[in-house]
């Protein structure tokens, strides 16, 4: 079955250690996305690719950084210069950035902080 | 700079009931409206997509509409379950743009 695979679904880390939360799909899709969900606030996109070896920054893109070396997969690091990293992590795709295309999602990874 | 808003932020209906969930968005040019579930601690299920040339889509028990000039759109639901119940989140993607605005959702109970 075709679809969005983020691992690890829960992640621990302590103060000043960099994590990487990886996100892979065989959609085919050239657009991959990661958005960060806390509560009561809707989803706030960090980072974004349109195709591989491509990205920018999304609207809250500082402490996090990312890749896209190949098609499937977009993996995204919370570094130790994100000052609060404790939240829900989203990773989506769609099959071109401007089409009008569904957006689809992985099942999260939850991130907290020790 | 596009807003989306949708309420109510929660809402609890007896099983059966037909409702209806609202999302209003602040600037028209859309390419399309997507709605989600999502179900505690789980990602987003894509439920309906309507492009911004369509008014309206349907699946199963879920119909959704779009007025763009007004900048709306609802969610209906009939026969509510209790299998229903997640919360329930509208996106749009503005034109011209990458991105993916969402509003903060409507917590749907659906009592038995």
């Known amino acids: 079955d075709g679809g969005i695979t983020q691992s690890p679904k829960y992640l621990f880390r302590k103060e000043g250690q960099n994590v990487t939360l990886s996100c892979e799909q065989n959609?085919?899709?050239?657009?991959m996305y990661w958005y960060r969900q806390d509560p009561g606030q809707g989803l706030r996109l960090i980072y974004y690719?349109?195709?591989?070896?491509?990205?920018q920054k999304g609207d809250i893109a500082e402490g996090y950084s990312v890749s896209r070396e190949k098609k499937e997969s977009f993996p995204l690091t919370v570094t130790s210069a994100q000052k609060n990293p404790t939240a829900f992590y989203l990773c989506?795709?769609?099959?071109?950035?401007?089409?009008?295309?569904?957006?689809?999602f992985g099942e999260g990874s939850r991130l907290t902080v020790l | 700079k596009q807003e989306v808003t949708q309420i109510p932020a929660a809402l609890s209906v007896p099983e059966g009931e037909n409702l209806v969930l609202n999302c209003s968005f602040t600037?028209?040019?859309?390419?399309?409206l997507q709605w989600f579930r999502q179900d505690p601690g789980k990602g987003l299920t894509s439920l309906l997509l309507?492009?911004?040339?369509?008014r309206e889509q349907t699946s199963g028990r879920l119909n959704a509409s779009l007025d763009k000039s007004s900048g709306r759109s609802t969610l209906y639901i009939a026969a509510s379950q209790p299998g229903d119940s997640a919360t329930y989140l509208c996106?749009?993607?503005?034109?011209?743009?990458?991105?993916?605005?969402f509003g903060t959702g409507t917590r749907l109970k659906v009592l038995a």
């Open positions: 989506a795709s769609s099959i071109t950035p401007l089409a009008t295309g569904e957006l689809f």
């Open positions: 959609l085919n899709h050239d657009a």
């Open positions: 690719s349109q195709i591989v070896n491509d990205f």
């Open positions: 600037d028209s040019a859309i390419y399309n």
């Open positions: 309507i492009q911004s040339s369509q």
């Open positions: 996106a749009v993607q503005t034109s011209g743009t990458y991105k993916y605005i």
